[in-house]
DNA sequence: ATTTATGATTGTATAATACAACTATAACCC
DNA sequence: GGGTTATAGTTGTATTATACAATCATAAAT
């Protein structure tokens, strides 16, 4: 690998996250994280968190206090698992499947307002090579 | 833009923010805040806050106090502009210098750990597309 | 010379996270 | 079956990065 492509991807990568982190105050809505965390549980949905902990490689405390702040604004439910009595189920509700919908469409349109003018190849290429990255970060 | 690649670089961005905000924790020496600071006063030396902020697109209060973290720890130092009372410059110290090319060979490292088994043409292509999707972010 | 603008700092608030301590329950084991 | 250890989850505390608002001192403008 050139050191001028590893220089560039170091510089900005650096630049980006600074970029977004500080980006997430607009949002009036969903923050990033709950985000992350209504989405895990709308795809593998009635898990505690400790398994989404380890899904989002995430510290248990994290999970916990944001399923909280979920179940608060009745985004999940938080259900007693009948066979553990220690454990608990989170379940998305409909009104945050609605609400999932509605942030998640409103990041796209915001994505795609900053890439009208790429050409298809190179948002093609950006989405495979983000997705690589974070696989290499998750191995890592 | 195919909708596949909008939603791929959409939910990649959110799960790469978490990771690499989180991965933060880990380094002992300069934080990234510290680093990008450091890096545009070894770059356009001889500023005050307030066109540090501009250039780094901060709040000047940020800048204000990492500056001054960087200013305790002897890696910049500050100096009253003669010509304005109100107003200074920073300029990073040999140490300051130093310290940063420490930390950077050191992410270099290990980027280059991450993407030992990339195909080159990929590396190059995840630089330029991450530079250009920072630019998009700038000019939005 | 008074008012207004500007560079910088400081107070306060918020978000996201980790680690450590703790609670309650389950599992193990002899 | 009672004591010990493991596990699911929560809560306390700390840290980092940030913004906005208030303030201070000095400069610029009228």
Redesign the pocket.
Known sequence: MSNQSLETIELELAILI?RL??A??DNRNL????YLLLRQLSDSGQV????LAREL??????V?????ALDQKKLVE?IK?PT??????YNITDYGQQELEIYRTARLTSIERLLHDWPDEDAESFGRLLKQFNQALRER
């Open positions: 600074r982190t500080t997430t105050a923050d990033r994280a709950s505690g968190v400790k398994t490689q995430l510290d248990v405390s994290t916990s206090r944001q399923a909280a938080k698992d553990d009595g220690r454990a608990f189920f």
